[in-house]
């Protein structure tokens, strides 16, 4: 099972910026899809974005177009997901995978296990 590390949540204001980090070890990443989902208080987890192996294809789901991008660092082992623009909507805890697939208008999840996570929180 591949072990990832998220991190790079906080707090921001409306409006602001962060930047998550999706961190592999023992594992090359970038032979991996990665998927980055996120889950806010009393709802169920949602796919946000994705980037395929390989020929690194991107998924953005469509209420984050726009403002989020999801990029890969090899030299870093390190996919990173750069939200701009962040609504309160966006509130949740967020979580990235391995166990993904993805095209530019598709993602899908066979997730057996979830890490820590990392809080997002922008105030309104």
């Known amino acids: 099972q591949v072990q990832l590390v998220e991190s790079g949540g906080g707090l921001v204001q409306t409006g602001g910026s962060l930047r998550l980090s999706c961190l592999a070890s023992?594992?090359?990443?970038?032979?991996?899809?990665v998927g980055w989902f996120r889950q806010a208080p009393g709802k169920e987890r949602e796919g946000v974005s994705c980037?395929?192996?390989?020929?690194?294809?991107?998924y953005i789901m469509d209420s984050v177009k726009g403002r989020f991008t999801i990029s890969r660092d090899n030299a870093k082992n390190t996919v990173y997901l750069q939200m701009n623009s962040l609504k309160p909507e966006d509130t949740a805890v967020y979580y990235c995978?391995?166990?993904?697939?993805?095209?530019?208008?598709?993602?899908?999840?066979?997730?057996?296990?979830w890490g820590q996570g990392t809080q997002v929180t922008v105030s309104s």
């Open positions: 980037i395929s192996k390989t020929v690194n294809t991107t």
């Open positions: 995978s391995t166990e993904v697939a993805c095209g530019s208008t598709w993602f899908s999840e066979f997730v057996k296990s």
């Open positions: 023992a594992v090359t990443l970038e032979h991996y899809a």
